[in-house]
Antibody, heavy 122, light 111 residues
Framework: EVQLLDSGGDLVQPGGSLRLSCAAS????????MSWVRQAPGKGLEWVSG????????FYADSVKGRFTISRDNSKDMLYLQMNSLTAEDTALYYC???????????????WGQGTLVTVSS | QSVLTQPPSVSGAPGQRVTISCTGS?????????VHWYQQLPGIAPKLLIY???NRPSGVPERFSGSKSGTSASLAITGLQAEDEADYYC???????????FGGGTKLTVL
């Protein structure tokens, strides 16, 4: 069974940093692109960042470019999101999810982790 | 403001048919990129409902169908059931933004 387990969410002060992790199992991790998608309280889905299966290509939403860094360790089947210079607007439930590719039509996101909550507040 | 535009809400009585539209532009849906749809029940992670415009993953009822034309796509739900009450999101790829893009979401209420 394909499973994604998100973790690392916490309460952090504005300007602070946090690292999210996602443990994957049940599929050949390196064959799939991975993404982080967030959902602010009461709001819709926002794609945050994605990385190719090999890890050589990474993409970011304009809202996080220069502050967030996505990475993966294919030897451990792990996905990460390093978040720096956090603001209140980054408060959200962060989901890790997978897709066959990122930049073609084969970029449907399935499955999704359970989400990990990031709260940015003083 | 989402790149893909969806109506904020739709509603229908049990047994009826409803449609949810998703309007994009020449850099995403109009550029030929497929549209995918997700269902999000309250308090639960989104679930893939339709992929590649009109394909249903295993386990998704035939009551759900998708279509795409030009710069728009639609999700149709026939034989509405109470359990269909959820938020629905469309998703595609935008070549100008070099980003995965979502619609703002549509809340379906079953009357």
């Amino acid at each position: 069974e394909v499973q994604l387990l998100d973790s690392g969410g916490d309460l952090v002060q504005p300007g602070g940093s946090l690292r999210l992790s996602c443990a994957a199992s049940g599929f050949t991790f390196s064959n799939y692109a991975m993404s982080w998608v967030r959902q602010a309280p009461g709001k819709g889905l926002e794609w945050v960042s994605g990385i190719s299966g090999s890890g050589t290509s990474a993409f970011y939403a304009d809202s996080v470019k220069g502050r967030f860094t996505i990475s993966r360790d294919n030897s451990k089947d792990m996905l990460y999101l390093q978040m720096n210079s956090l603001t209140a607007e980054d408060t959200a439930l962060y989901y890790c999810t997978t897709a066959p590719t990122l930049t073609t039509s084969r970029n449907w996101l399935d499955p999704w982790g359970q989400g990990t909550l990031v709260t940015v507040s003083s | 403001q989402s790149v893909l535009t969806q109506p904020p809400s739709v509603s229908g009585a049990p047994g009826q048919r409803v449609t949810i539209s998703c309007t994009g532009s020449s850099s995403n849906i109009g550029a030929g990129y497929d549209v995918h749809w997700y269902q999000q029940l309250p308090g639960i992670a989104p679930k893939l409902l339709i992929y590649g415009n009109d394909n249903r993953p295993s386990g998704v009822p035939e009551r759900f169908s998708g279509s795409k034309s030009g710069t728009s796509a639609s999700l149709a739900i026939t034989g509405l059931q109470a359990e269909d009450e959820a938020d629905y999101y469309c998703q595609s790829y935008d070549s100008s933004l070099r980003a995965v893009v979502f619609g703002g979401g549509t809340k379906l209420t079953v009357l």
